[in-house]
């Protein structure tokens, strides 16, 4: 374990959540650990604490109250010194009209009539804009006249998850959603610290659910040990590379 220099900086990190999930789900356990391997140092916080905004970074984790709370939560992400994802994608990804800007750009999005979406779809994680592991969701949405199943906080529908194996094709179809996406934001893919691209279809006629750019359920849970482990370390690392490049690396800064 890397332990904290007095003469290097080191950035504080917040872990953003929301007053009902202040640690999140549980999905998240072991971030905090695998960022601290890397010499980071976080903590979890409600989104509207204000001490948020004292933060050398902030990463969105668990905000599930974020869309009741759009314009207030919007206004806080532009004052937080530096976010992941950052602010313009949060607040393009935080419109459901961001489907149609893919649409626009050639990616196959669902109708609202697609009997597929019964079936849950394929959930292709990304970290840095690069494949990391995929899980099934089942179906969020209860047969008609019954309300859906929620966790006991409230805060979210508990879903059914499964590890998956999706096919080269399904996974082509995910980087393309990424381009596109970057493209339209105008950054380069890797800026994206974490993406979720929610596919129905198989290999012959993938199709876009929706993309989740702001604090998507990574499915860290669904991963055996030894691959949750790798795949939380590359989340570090990725953290890691978004500090060097908004100018956080430990010598950017000299504390006193």
């Not at 010194?81 to 669902?110: C, E, F, Q």
Request: negative net charge; charged residues 25%; proline residues 7%.
């Amino acid at each position: 374990m890397k332990l904290a220099r007095p003469n290097v900086f080191h950035p504080r990190i917040v872990l953003a959540s929301c007053p009902r999930l202040i640690e999140g789900d549980g999905d998240d356990a072991g971030l905090v650990d695998a960022l601290r391997r890397r010499g980071l140092h976080a903590r979890w916080m409600s989104w509207d604490d204000p001490r948020t905004e004292e933060a050398d970074l902030v990463i969105l984790r668990a905000t599930w109250d974020y869309a009741e709370r759009r314009a207030e939560f919007l206004a806080w992400t532009a004052r937080v010194r530096n976010l992941l994802n950052a602010p313009s994608v949060v607040a393009w990804n935080s419109d459901k009209h961001y489907l149609r800007d893919l649409a626009a750009a050639g990616i196959a999005t669902m109708g609202p009539s697609d009997p597929r979406v019964d079936d849950g779809g394929t959930a292709l994680v990304f970290l840095g804009g690069e494949q990391a592991h995929a899980f099934t969701k089942g179906p969020i949405l209860p047969p008609q006249g019954t309300e859906p199943d929620v966790d006991e906080s409230g805060a979210h529908a508990v879903e059914t998850l499964t590890p998956a194996d999706p096919d080269f094709e399904v996974w082509e179809f995910g980087h393309t959603v990424l381009d596109a996406a970057a493209s339209h934001l105008g950054i380069p893919r890797n800026e994206f610290l974490y993406a979720r691209v929610d596919v129905i279809g198989g290999a012959d006629n993938p199709v876009l659910l929706q993309l989740e750019l702001i604090e998507p359920g990574l499915g860290w849970r669904q991963l055996d040990d030894a691959s949750r482990e790798l795949g939380q370390r590359s989340f570090a690392l990725q953290v890691e590379s978004a500090c060097e490049r908004l100018g956080l690396g430990p010598l950017s800064h000299r504390r006193p």
